[in-house]
């Protein structure tokens, strides 16, 4: 059993011609809470679709478990993705189904304990994200902090190794996502799980991660630990922890110069 | 000048067709993978057997009042035009056979498949479409359940299960609709147009043949509503066009059929 539950080996993706990722290296040890965080677009959640082999890499690999994820057949890939959970970014849930049922689902469908059995374990998860007395409700009745509750019970319904977390913070309010952030550290140490996390929620990432990668113009640009991170001078790092407008990354989109574009288009409509 | 110009537009059309050409064979490439692995992934649909019967209530049941009113004024109608002309040739009582004949080879299967199409199809290819949406499927996908078992072939079945029963239905409630026209309305002798019917409808030539009509309309339509779900793009526009797309497809698919089929059916 290697020590690192995933790793990611000089790994490129791209689509329509543009390469998304330029040979990132990234290892995720067993037990850890690990983040991957950049700017919007830059491909962190493609790189947990890869990880779960939604997709596959133009070159290099991604190992789970020892196994290389692009190699496996179909039947190699479920049963690697039975080791996962995952945490959507708006949940998922299946609209058609109470949160019961919701929790319930991979339990019917993977296993084949029987109902009183199932019963009790979804109600432990249930409990365990605070949503027990909610199984009888439909996910239509349900706020965005607590659809995101059940879809966690869900995702750590068969006791996952790897809990991909897909920006599990976004557009929630203050007590949701501290709710969620807490959820995400106790359940990782209760399960002896690894947890991966892709955010741009910054202090809450900060909080829970064991260890942060960076990612920007499809390359890891910086790792360590959140406190590393938040003392860093890199000009990246420092304007996304610090949330500066301009910076590396600057405010405005390229584009031509901004007066020759506003005389061109009123001269275009004099004529 | 002129006449590089036209070139030019020439080309730029040429292109265009062939990118339209390109993209239709790749749809129905597609269209007959899904239609392979919902076959090839139906097991599950008849070992947990309650997962079709879920999809049947949703797409056969609830279509029930389309189909049952629709049925009763097209026997109607029918029996209306079709007396009008049968009295002029001082054959009436044939009325009866007219009626049934019409719905059990033609307007039975045919009519169904449309109505099918545009109550049920537009829900399964929307359902689908919102599902993908919403990385329900994805969901189903990270947690190693095959979507194509759990999502797909159930209401694949449903539909081929449904169709010939909403046709069978359809053609029974149109026969009613016509005896109530032709018998109670018009005057037209009860015997005749029952025995008449008995006598000039045949089994195999006119029932069997409406019903293996409706199964192939069941699996074009089923699969095309499946199949546009599963491709629409993941938005709300998407989606909206990919509904659209199911009813088009279907009703010319259908019409289409209907006819190759009918004429093999009196060739052999």
């Excluded at chain 1, 807490?182 to 955010?199: E, F, K, M, P, Q």
């Excluded at chain 2, 339209?20 to 749809?27: D, H, K, L, V």
């Excluded at chain 2, 109608?77 to 002029?88: E, F, M, P, R, S």
């Excluded at chain 2, 979507?147 to 909403?166: C, D, E, K, Q, T």
Aim: proline residues 4%; charged residues 15%.
């Amino acid at each position: 059993m290697t020590s690192n539950i995933v790793e990611i080996d000089n790994l490129s993706f791209g689509y329509k011609g543009r390469l998304l990722h330029k040979g990132i290296n990234m290892v995720f040890p067993r037990g850890k809470v690990i983040a991957i965080m950049g700017g919007s677009g830059s491909g962190k959640t493609t790189l947990l679709r890869l990880i779960g082999g939604q997709i596959k890499p133009s070159h290099g690999e991604v190992r789970v478990d020892g196994d290389v994820v692009h190699k496996q057949d179909r039947e190699g890939i479920y049963t690697l993705r039975r080791k996962m959970g995952m945490l959507f970014q708006h949940g998922a849930l299946f609209t058609d189904l109470s949160v019961f049922d919701n929790v319930a689902f991979p339990m019917r469908e993977l296993t084949d304990l029987p109902e009183a059995m199932i019963r009790d374990l979804v109600l432990m998860k249930l409990n365990a994200v605070g949503l027990r007395g909610a199984h009888q409700f439909m996910p239509a009745e349900l706020s965005g902090g607590m659809a995101r509750r059940v879809a966690l019970a869900r995702a750590i319904a068969l006791d996952p190794a790897i809990i991909m977390y897909d920006e599990p913070f976004a557009g929630l309010d203050p007590i949701s996502m501290g709710v969620i952030c807490a959820l995400i550290r106790s359940l990782n140490d209760a399960l002896g799980a690894t947890s991966i996390i892709v955010s741009h929620d910054v202090k809450e990432t900060f909080l829970i991660a064991d260890y942060v990668y960076f990612v920007a113009n499809g390359e890891v640009a910086a790792e360590g630990t959140p406190d590393d991170l938040m003392q860093s001078k890199l000009p990246f790092v420092h304007q996304f922890v610090h949330g500066d407008k301009d910076g590396p990354v600057p405010f405005h989109y390229p584009a031509a110069d901004y007066r020759s574009e506003l005389l061109q288009a009123s001269s275009g409509q004099k004529g | 000048m002129i006449k590089s110009k036209l070139m030019l537009s020439m080309l730029r059309h040429l292109r265009g067709m062939g990118h339209r050409m390109i993209e239709r064979t790749w749809r129905l490439g597609a269209g007959a993978r899904l239609f392979f692995l919902a076959i090839v992934y139906s097991g599950e649909s008849f070992k947990r057997f309650h997962l079709t019967l879920r999809e049947i209530y949703f797409t056969g049941v609830m279509s029930l009042l389309i189909i049952i009113v629709s049925a009763f004024f097209v026997g109607m109608v029918l029996a209306l035009q079709g007396y009008n002309t049968l009295q002029k040739y001082g054959s009436s009582e044939a009325i009866g056979v007219l009626v049934a004949l019409a719905l059990v080879r033609e307007l039975g299967p045919v009519v169904t498949a449309l109505l099918f199409a545009g109550r049920a199809g537009t829900a399964i290819t929307a359902e689908i479409g919102l599902m993908k949406t919403t990385e329900q499927l994805s969901a189903m996908e990270m947690m190693a359940v095959n979507p194509i078992a759990r999502v797909v072939a159930p209401r694949f079945w449903a539909g081929v299960i449904s169709m010939p029963i909403l046709a069978s239905i359809f053609s029974m409630v149109g026969i009613l609709g016509g005896y109530l026209v032709a018998v109670p309305l018009i005057g037209v002798d009860d015997g005749a147009f029952w025995s008449q019917m008995q006598a000039n409808v045949d089994f195999s030539a006119d029932i069997v043949n409406g019903v293996i009509k409706s199964l192939v309309f069941g699996v074009v339509c089923t699969m095309i509503a499946l199949f546009e779900g599963f491709d629409a793009p993941p938005t709300a526009e998407g989606v909206s066009r990919a509904t659209t797309r199911t009813v088009v497809i279907s009703s010319l698919t259908v019409l289409g059929l209907d006819f190759i089929l009918t004429s093999f059916m009196l060739v052999v």
